[in-house]
């Protein structure tokens, strides 16, 4: 029996995976990682994160691993969360640094691998993490059909696509894409940047490709912000002088609400109409309870507060 698909429903926050597991090489992780990663999935639960988002590569496997542990400590933790992973990265293999594959073959075995670290039955969403230019969407529909009819993943979304891939890629299949995870933050605007500045000499310099939020929102894909807190350089990281004025702004307000600062950087992404579900990717528990009042500071944030704060990130007045 094929399994019903994955909500599609909108959440708040989501929790990154990547910084579990310990380091990136190639040795085990410890108990120390375990009890380390329980401390923040039990943080995540604590301020009402239920989504869990990871990839094959993060920590070299092990992210998915330590967390498969943590399920094993507390089997009934399994129904509280939901879990999604990515796969098309392949890392230190066949003689390259990095590379991509989102061939058929590819995908079920990177799926499978996941499954058996994880200690699941299936995950809520598969993620393809970055577009392969040699991939054929057809093969990426056949893959997902089967992995789907076998009631190892109840859906399939995208990371870092464009809108024109999202729509090449779902011809060729049978239920809708449901989310798309792209870098976006106060820090890191192209995202925004590229709808601001349509008919501006500005716009030219930008990486971003025209319509891919636009196509989302259109579409009823799930936009998950990758980076959302923008490594902390708003809370306390080190920062550039060009990140002083925002650093400035972001405590200020933070401190007349009563609120923290990583509350306000995520409110201010919560803020936007595209329900913009931001992936919190610290693996500090006090930094994950740091975010628990974005939503509400979202929903009282005005828009003078809005572009206050982008327009101290940007370092100009928008045009």
């Given at each position: 029996m094929v399994a019903p698909a994955a909500s599609v429903e909108p959440v708040t926050l989501i929790y990154g995976c990547m910084g579990l597991g310990g380091s990136w090489d190639d040795a085990s992780f410890t108990d120390a990682d375990v009890d380390h990663a329980e401390r923040a999935v039990h943080a995540a639960l604590d301020i009402g994160i239920t989504w869990f988002d990871h990839a094959d590569i993060y920590t070299n496997g092990k992210a998915e691993q330590v967390f498969g542990e943590v399920l094993r400590r507390d089997p009934a933790l399994r129904d509280r969360v939901k879990i999604q992973t990515k796969c098309g990265i392949r890392l230190?293999?066949?003689?390259?640094?990095?590379?991509?594959?989102?061939?058929?073959?590819?995908?079920l075995e990177r799926v499978d691998a996941s499954l058996r670290r994880l200690g699941v039955d299936s995950?809520?969403?598969?993620?393809?993490?970055?577009?392969?230019?040699?991939?054929?969407?057809?093969?990426?529909?056949?893959?997902?059909?089967?992995?789907?009819a076998a009631g190892k993943v109840r859906a399939l979304g995208v990371s870092n696509m464009s809108a024109a891939q999202m729509a090449l890629l779902q011809?060729?299949?049978?239920?809708?894409?449901?989310?798309?995870?792209?870098?976006?933050?106060?820090?890191?605007?192209?995202?925004?940047?590229?709808g601001v500045l349509v008919n501006?000499?500005?716009?030219?310099?930008?990486?971003?490709?025209?319509?891919?939020?636009?196509?989302?929102?259109?579409?009823?894909v799930r936009i998950q912000a990758w980076g959302s807190l923008a490594q902390g350089i708003y809370s306390g990281a080190r920062r550039s002088q060009a990140d002083d004025a925002a650093?400035?702004?972001?405590?200020?307000?933070?401190a007349e609400k009563g609120t923290t600062a990583e509350a306000i950087v995520l409110g201010w992404?919560?803020?936007?109409?595209?329900?913009?579900?931001?992936?919190?990717g610290t693996a500090n528990p006090d930094r994950i309870r740091a975010c628990a009042d974005a939503e509400a500071q979202a929903?009282?944030?005005?828009?003078?507060?809005?572009?206050?704060?982008?327009?101290a990130a940007r370092g100009k007045a928008v045009p």
């Open positions: 230190g293999e066949n003689g390259l640094r990095a590379y991509y594959d989102l061939s058929r073959a590819a995908i995950v809520d969403v598969l993620l393809l993490h970055r577009p392969d230019p040699l991939m054929d969407p057809a093969e990426v529909a056949d893959a997902y059909g089967e992995l789907r011809r060729h299949l049978d239920e809708p894409l449901v989310a798309n995870q792209l870098e976006m933050s106060l820090h890191r605007r192209d995202w925004l940047e590229a501006h000499p500005e716009g030219s310099g930008l990486s971003f490709p025209e319509g891919t939020i636009e196509y989302c929102r259109a579409n009823d650093y400035e702004l972001v405590n200020a307000i933070a992404l919560l803020r936007h109409p595209a329900r913009i579900e931001p992936v919190v929903a009282a944030m005005t828009n003078v507060e809005w572009y206050a704060l982008y327009t």
